[in-house]
């Protein structure tokens, strides 16, 4: 599902230039100096909350059957993954609110809920999704630990940008970011963010897409 990007340079881990995004509604968000504005990017944070003794997630039934896989080469190293069609009725209404604030009215989406079960050594290289398996825009919410997010321009890899998701958010991917820049999850030793380490934990993300244009 995923088209691999050719090698980039990459800059060098925090602490990077801060641009204010005038309008924007990313709540933490780090430019490359090429970078003249955002891409088309929102981040949605959830009410912080108390931080409880964790538990099983909902979706470890699926991704327990499945294998973590150390795959060289793939855009996806140290990960489980699954699509899940079922859910709870609370889940279903949490789904519901990322499709209503992530899709336009009528937009055809896959049925098929995407998660991905990235270890704490695991990582996402840098890739664009293929036109083939989604549409224009990709929603994911992240769960169990916040992680840093890196969007480069195919185009020119000094237009660059870092993005915080903080664990119970939700990102959105549409119009440039969607296509014009690769995106990647931080391996847990490049994990920074203006200056500070964010610690990489297991992360889980549900991901929404909708179809892709019809060929």
Same mark, same amino acid.
């Given at each position: 599902?995923?088209?691999?990007?050719?090698?980039?340079?990459?800059?060098?881990?925090?602490?990077?230039?801060?641009?204010?995004?005038?309008?924007?509604?990313?709540?933490?968000?780090?430019?490359?100096?090429?970078?003249?504005?955002?891409?088309?990017?929102?981040? !949605?944070?959830?009410?912080?909350?108390? !931080?409880?003794?964790? !538990?099983?997630?909902?979706?470890?039934?699926?991704?327990?059957?499945?294998?973590?896989?150390?795959?060289?080469?793939?855009?996806?190293?140290?990960?489980?993954?699954?699509?899940?069609?079922?859910?709870?009725?609370?889940?279903?209404?949490?789904?519901?609110?990322?499709?209503?604030?992530?899709?336009?009215?009528?937009?055809?989406?896959?049925?098929?809920?995407?998660? +991905?079960?990235?270890?704490?050594?695991?990582?996402?290289?840098?890739?664009?999704?293929?036109?083939?398996?989604?549409?224009?825009?990709?929603?994911? +919410?992240?769960?169990?630990?916040?992680?840093?997010?890196?969007?480069?321009?195919?185009?020119?890899?000094?237009?660059?940008?870092?993005?915080?998701?903080?664990?119970?958010?939700?990102?959105?991917? !549409?119009?440039?970011?969607?296509?014009?820049?690769?995106?990647?999850?931080?391996?847990?030793?490049?994990?920074?963010?203006?200056?500070?380490?964010?610690?990489?934990?297991?992360?889980?993300?549900?991901?929404?897409?909708?179809?892709?244009?019809?060929?």
């Amino acid at each position: 599902m995923h088209r691999a990007a050719g090698p980039l340079p990459r800059p060098r881990p925090g602490p990077w230039p801060r641009r204010p995004c005038a309008g924007s509604r990313l709540r933490s968000a780090a430019f490359g100096p090429g970078l003249a504005r955002p891409a088309s990017q929102r981040l !949605r944070p959830s009410p912080q909350r108390p !931080r409880r003794k964790p !538990r099983r997630h909902k979706t470890e039934p699926q991704l327990r059957r499945r294998a973590t896989k150390f795959i060289l080469g793939r855009a996806i190293h140290g990960f489980r993954e699954t699509e899940i069609a079922q859910w709870s009725e609370a889940s279903r209404e949490i789904l519901q609110r990322v499709r209503d604030t992530a899709f336009l009215p009528g937009m055809s989406q896959l049925s098929l809920v995407h998660v +991905l079960d990235l270890d704490k050594s695991g990582y996402i290289k840098p890739h664009v999704d293929s036109v083939k398996f989604c549409g224009c825009t990709i929603a994911g +919410l992240s769960l169990l630990s916040s992680c840093v997010m890196r969007l480069v321009s195919e185009q020119n890899p000094e237009d660059w940008m870092d993005l915080l998701l903080p664990r119970r958010s939700l990102y959105i991917l !549409r119009g440039t970011a969607r296509y014009e820049f690769t995106h990647e999850i931080l391996k847990d030793e490049e994990s920074f963010f203006d200056g500070q380490k964010i610690p990489r934990e297991r992360r889980i993300s549900v991901i929404c897409r909708n179809l892709p244009a019809p060929t």
